[in-house]
C-alpha cells in the first residue's frame, strides 16, 4: 500500500534555531501534500496543503513566514519550522493522497517537535 | 467551510461490548467521510471510509453508516477487544478543498 515517510521522528531543539521536517511518498506520486498539527489530546488541524510546483496554500491563521513549505519534488515536502518558540512544541504530521479527492489519506509517521 | 463535530470526546466499554461513535457534518456537498485509528504517538490509521452514494459499509467488526439527510455518520465496533483501544477521528472532505476536515476525536477504552 502507499506508504509516507516523515523524517525526523523526534527534534529537540532550542529557542530561535529552525528545524526542517521531510514528509516523501515512497512509491506514488503526490502532486498535493498536507501537514497538520496536533496538540496533546487534540484533533488534527490543517496547517497548510502544499503543492508541488508552486506556492503552499495556508489555513487562516498560520503564519507562512514562520512555517515555511517546500515541495519541489512529486515525491517531497519538506515544513520548515524558523525561529521556533516553546509554543511550536507540537506533532506535526504530514499526509498524502494517492489519487483522486476522495481517495484515502496517507499519513506520515509524525514528527514530535520540542522547542527548549 | 466545513465543521466536524465528534462525540462522545471519551467512550468506556467492557470487553466484549459494542462501541458507537458519531459525527456531524455541516457541509451537504461533503462526500467522502473516512475513520482513522490513532494510538498514542503514532500516526492515524484508515479503518473504514465510506462514500456518499453509500448508506452502510462493514469491514469484520467495524461498521460505518452514513444518513445524508441529517448529514451525520456512526461508527460501530462490535465485540470490542482491549487493542481497539486508541484515540478515533471521523472526518469529512470538502468538495471545493482537498485537504480533510476532522472532528475532535474520541478516546476509545476497553475494559478487559
Known amino acids: 500500500g502507499a506508504v509516507v515517510s516523515q523524517h525526523p521522528s523526534r527534534v529537540i531543539c532550542k529557542s530561535g534555531t529552525s528545524v526542517k521536517i521531510e514528509c516523501r511518498s515512497l512509491d506514488f506520486q503526490a502532486t498535493t501534500m498536507f501537514w497538520y498539527r496536533q496538540f496533546p489530546k487534540k484533533s488534527l488541524m490543517l496547517m497548510a496543503t502544499s503543492n508541488e510546483g508552486s506556492k503552499a496554500t495556508y489555513e487562516q491563521g498560520v503564519e507562512k513566514d514562520k512555517f515555511l513549505i517546500n515541495h519541489a519534488s512529486l515525491t517531497l515536502s519538506t515544513l520548515t519550522v524558523t525561529s521556533a518558540h516553546p509554543e511550536d512544541s507540537s506533532f506535526y504530521i504530514c499526509s498524502a493522497r494517492t489519487g483522486a479527492r476522495d481517495s484515502p489519506l496517507h499519513f506520515g509517521n509524525g514528527t514530535r517537535l520540542t522547542v527548549t | ?112
Open chain 2, 1 to 112: 467551510g466545513e465543521n466536524v463535530e465528534q462525540h462522545p470526546s471519551t467512550l468506556s466499554v467492557q470487553e466484549g461490548d459494542s462501541a458507537v461513535i458519531k459525527c456531524t457534518y455541516s457541509d451537504s456537498a461533503s462526500n467522502y467521510f473516512p475513520w482513522y485509528k490513532q494510538e498514542l504517538g503514532k500516526r492515524p490509521q484508515l479503518i473504514i471510509d465510506i462514500r456518499s452514494n453509500v448508506g452502510e459499509k462493514k469491514d469484520q467488526r467495524i461498521a460505518v453508516t452514513l444518513n445524508k439527510t441529517a448529514k451525520h455518520f456512526s461508527l460501530h465496533i462490535t465485540e470490542t477487544q482491549p487493542e481497539d483501544s486508541a484515540v478515533y477521528f471521523c472526518a469529512a472532505i470538502h468538495t471545493g478543498r482537498r485537504a480533510l476536515t476532522f472532528g475532535s476525536g474520541t478516546r476509545l477504552q476497553v475494559q478487559p
